[in-house]
């Protein structure tokens, strides 16, 4: 049987098929291609696919199951059904699950499965008969796995291992290289250059700050002079011996400070050789480690039995006790040596490796030390390395054994590798980084006694030029940055300080470059100024980068026009020159119209062509001093500043009204261009930029009110009525947050017969005074589309009570007819929504009606409309339209959509008797709807001459004052039980 997993997959194939290209080959091969093709073979062949349901999963042979157990990867098999046929132990393990599986479904075993990548490869495997190889990430174990997914006669061999050890030696690699890449960039490690002489050739500062010296006293000391005494014996035999044979090396080791503190530093020391290959000079690159030591210190003397066995489960972990007997292994352990638990390591390992483990373990025993050791372990038939560390076993403060974690550090040695040669890089290339070292004299021009080679690269000139004083560095400064450049300099030497400074110079071919120039005043011995000495690099393209990046914190992408943050500046900007030069300021906020049914309707590609060509109308039908600006979405501002009055105003607007008039063509169509707006004049309007923008915001709001694609200019009298429809907005919300919506019901009548029909639910509200209200005190409710939706799913829920009440009560109520606004289809669920209500409730749907008017099929999402009602439909609800003949096109929309019922407006029976018009228009509409087959209603029947003249006619129910007006539900069962159909007018005129 088909699982809802599997049909979700089909579709995605399916949709896959039109939309996708074919996936990627995965990552890595198999490595174990002869196991997969082996167990492709072993597994017998199935019968008829009809024969296979019947079945209980396979059963593997005794043979194959202990091939499969033998594997070091985790294996489990499926049968056609995805019944899981087989597990061996490492897949029972490495999955937390239990035998019991074996039968279940794959799908109800492993859940998380369905809808991701394994499901994908999986059913691939299973459909196209072919070996899926992947790797993906398990979010229930936190695991990443490698997968092998092979296709046997009998359903699918699925063989997969635990990868996360790869991958994080991966992820390691990969922040190592990082850090390099931030060290070397920002220079974040010590360096110092020193001759085999001892002479300082360069020191930075961060390797004063390590040593805790200045470069003068660094300059004076010898050799290792920084070193910690412990570590000095050990470090300069080292030393020597490496300055013989020129091989870098790296240690560890500490740094004693003048005032007694010490730091952990790890070194990496390179050699420089002349042409001749003879070392001459040596670079140390230092590294603060204080950190990681404090941290290496605590896990070690943190450490315990239960931390270990806990934290190290992935490690091979053992304990032995004061003879070398095992006391504990773990399973990793045991996959590789078998059980050990009480033996001795003589009794299984050989004569010369026992006798090293025991003597290690005696040392640990005996001294209390940590030892680590790197020990070739044979995994898989692979030699790698593994770290052992040991470390002292104590109860009540003696140690009475040994606890061993020996961890797989194959990757992580071969990242460490690449880590020194990347760092001996560093050392080697530290002097050659892009830009220009300097030594200079102190004031202006700044003549050369020292200049690098990177001079050329950066200036166009060699730096035998500078250095022969053929011109100075202050003949390439850009002229108006040179004053500042100067002071710069002078000011840091009078202070004693480093001076960093941004400025321009001008290259051999005439480009204007982007500089940054650190440096400092060296002094001599008597302390007085000697000269300068600095590093310049060109920053050219950073700074073009930042230059773009002000202009996209300050633009729109879409239209390239100012975005709001940059009009709120030129807005502020406008209203102070303004009010300096005694003129005045306009603002005009504008909205694209339909932009929204464009972007629904032609894609958003059109709509983005909109934006765009608005904005280019608006920028070149205005003045040069005035300003355009996208605010977001649909929206647009316009600053003019230095204005008369407001008559100068609609001067300088009205070629804009006059372009936005002319639609555009896009993709063989014409686009309307139109825009509603609204204006505010500053100060006569509001004396701030907030109160001046809110009324602009008023007289938009004002100008689509009206009809939209005109342009109204704020009047005192539209604040009234903007505060009024916020106010019904508020008071709708409130009813909702508190519930104090209610239905009335106003009844339905058979003309015929008089019998009652049904209700129409009307909405009322009740006031925090708790009178009732109708909706026409929250009309602007309506047109905020989260808010009609709320209100709607609030009125459903209480008529589904209320009927569902009366007919547990048994009261012949009918059908109840409900209304939907637009908004309330936007979501494309609302069918389904009214359904499972429904459901919930336990409601036939033939005591449903639903009524909508004829602007639902007109407004955006047209399709949804359609959709939803055809699924009511077919479910039983009646749809009804209501308000039929005021609308557009409702022939047509007889035809679309699926129409039951049709309710004659109120203003084609309030004049019947008088205008003979009216009551064409009535015969025409009953004689349509007997044609059709629909239901007739008339509402708004209030004398009894209507309701004679539409029971002659043929109308089939009838709705309005003269059968009752609406009421709250406690009174229906009583309107209900008390119904008399012959006393009711319709029945009387018969």
């Given amino acids: 049987m088909a699982t809802s997993s599997g049909r979700a997959w089909r579709a995605r194939q399916l949709r896959r098929s039109h939309k996708q290209p074919a996936p990627a080959e995965p990552r890595l091969q198999s490595r174990t291609p002869a196991l997969t093709s082996r167990v492709a073979a072993a597994v017998p062949a199935r019968q008829s696919p009809l024969g296979d349901q019947k079945r209980p999963p396979h059963h593997l042979s005794h043979d194959l199951k202990t091939f499969m157990e033998g594997t070091t990867d985790c294996v489990f098999v499926l049968d056609r059904q995805w019944r899981l046929a087989f597990l061996n132990t490492r897949a029972i393990s490495e999955l937390k699950a239990g035998a019991a599986l074996i039968g279940a479904s794959l799908w109800d075993a492993l859940p998380d499965l369905a809808g991701s990548t394994f499901e994908d490869h999986y059913r691939r495997a299973m459909s196209e008969r072919t070996t899926q190889r992947f790797e993906a990430y398990y979010a229930p174990l936190a695991s990443w796995f490698e997968v092998h997914a092979v296709p046997v006669d009998s359903g699918l061999s699925v063989f997969f291992r635990n990868i996360n ?57 010898p050799f290792l002079a920084e070193t910690h005494p412990e570590d000095a014996a050990w470090n300069s035999p080292l030393l020597e011996k490496h300055i013989r044979t020129g091989e870098p090396f790296q240690i560890e080791k500490r740094f004693m400070r003048p005032d007694g503190s010490v730091v952990w530093v790890a070194v990496n020391v390179s050699f420089v050789r002349d042409e001749a290959g003879k070392v001459i000079s040596m670079i140390a690159v230092a590294e603060d480690i204080d950190d990681r030591k404090a941290a290496e210190n605590e896990v070690r003397e943190g450490r315990n039995l239960f931390q270990v066995a806990i934290d190290s489960v992935q490690d091979l972990v053992f304990v032995k006790d004061g003879e070398g007997r095992f006391v504990l292994t773990n399973r990793r352990l045991k996959e590789i040596y078998g059980s050990l638990e009480g ?173 940054m120039e650190r440096g400092q005043c060296i002094y001599d011995a008597a302390g007085a100024p000697s000269f300068l000495e600095g590093f310049i690099s060109d920053i050219t393209q950073q700074r073009q980068t930042e230059e773009r990046l002000r202009w996209v914190a300050h633009h729109d992408s879409l239209t390239g026009a100012p975005n709001r943050v940059l009009f709120q500046e030129r807005l502020e900007h406008a209203l102070r020159r303004s009010g300096e030069a005694g003129r005045k300021v306009g603002l005009l906020l504008l909205d694209v119209d339909h932009l929204k049914e464009i972007n629904d309707s032609l894609g958003h590609d059109a709509g983005d062509a909109l934006l765009q060509v608005t904005a280019r109308r608006l920028t070149t039908a205005l003045r040069s001093t005035d300003m355009v600006a996208r605010n977001g979405g649909d ?35 014409a686009i309307d261009c139109r825009a509603s707006i609204g204006a505010s004049i500053w100060p006569d309007h509001a004396k701030e930029a907030t109160d001046l923008h809110k009324q602009a915001d008023v007289a938009l709001y004002t100008a689509k009110a009206a009809g939209r694609g005109r342009m109204m200019v704020f009047r005192p009298s539209m604040r009234a009525g903007a505060e009024r429809r916020v106010q019904m907005r508020s008071n709708a919300r409130g009813a909702i947050k508190e519930r104090r919506i209610e239905p009335f019901y106003q009844p339905k009548v058979h003309m015929d017969s008089g019998e009652l029909a049904g209700f129409e639910a009307l909405l009322r509200w009740r006031n925090p005074e708790g009178r009732i209200e109708t909706p026409a005190t929250i009309k602007a409710a309506f047109d905020d589309p989260q808010l009609a939706v709320a209100i709607g799913q609030q009125m459903h829920e209480l008529v589904f009570d209320d009927l569902r009440r009366w007919l547990d009560a048994g009261h012949r109520v009918g059908h109840v007819a409900i209304n939907a606004s637009a908004a309330e289809f936007r979501g494309n669920n609302f069918a389904e929504g009214i359904l499972e209500r429904l ?152």
Wanted: negative net charge; hydrophobic residues 40%.
């Fill in 165 to 221: 050890e790869r991958i994080a030696a991966a992820d390691a690699l990969r922040e190592q290289e990082r850090q390099l890449a931030t060290v070397f960039g920002q220079t974040m490690v010590g360096i110092i250059h020193r001759g085999l002489d001892g002479r300082v050739l360069m020191v930075n500062q961060r390797w004063c700050e390590l040593v805790g010296r200045s470069k003068d006293e660094i300059a004076r000391l």
């Fill in 343 to 515: 033996m001795r390591v003589h009794d299984h390992f050989p004569q010369d490796a026992a006798e090293e483990f025991h003597a290690a373990d005696q040392h640990v025993i005996a001294t209390g030390a940590v030892s680590t050791v790197d020990e070739q372990i044979s995994v898989d038939g692979e030699i790698r390395t593994f770290q052992m560390v040991k470390v002292p076993w104590r109860q009540d403060g003696d140690i009475i054994g040994v606890i061993g974690v020996s961890r797989d550090m194959t990757e992580h040695r071969a990242a460490e590798l690449e880590l020194r040669e990347s760092r001996r890089q560093l050392a080697t290339l530290i002097d050659n980084l892009p830009g220009l070292v300097y030594r200079c004299a102190l004031t202006a021009p700044w003549p050369f006694s020292f200049m690098s080679e990177g001079a050329e690269a950066l200036t166009g000139y060699t730096a035998a030029e500078f250095m022969e004083n053929k011109f100075g560095w202050a003949d390439i400064v850009h002229p108006d940055d040179l004053d500042q450049l100067d002071r710069s300099t002078r000011d840091a030497v009078e202070e004693r300080r480093p001076f960093s400074e941004i400025y321009r110079i001008i290259t051999r071919s005439g480009e204007t470059r982007w500089v």
């Fill in 635 to 669: 929206e647009f501002a316009i600053i003019l500043p230095d204005i008369e009055s407001e008559q100068e105003l609609w001067t300088i607007i009205r070629p804009v009204l006059e372009q936005l008039q002319e639609p555009f063509s896009y993709a063989g169509r």
């Fill in 839 to 990: 459901r919930t409730a336990g409601i036939p749907t033939h005591h449903l009606e639903l009524e909508v008017t004829e602007t639902v099929f007109l407004g955006r999402g047209a399709e949804h409309v359609e959709r939803a009602l055809r699924t009511l439909s077919l479910e039983g609800v009646r749809i009804s339209l209501d308000d039929f003949g005021t609308g557009y096109a409702s022939l047509s929309h007889l035809k679309q959509f699926p129409v039951d019922v049709i309710k004659i407006d109120r203003s084609f029976v309030q004049d019947l008797a008088d205008d003979p018009d009216d009551t064409a228009i009535l015969q025409a509409v009953l004689n349509l709807g007997r044609a059709l087959g629909l239901t007739t209603v008339a509402e708004g029947i209030e004398t009894e001459i209507q309701a004679a003249y539409l029971r002659a006619q043929g109308c089939d129910l009838g709705q309005g004052h003269l059968f009752g007006r609406a009421i709250p539900r406690t009174k229906i069962p009583g309107l209900i039980a008390t119904w008399d159909p012959i006393a009711t007018p319709a029945k009387a005129t018969a």
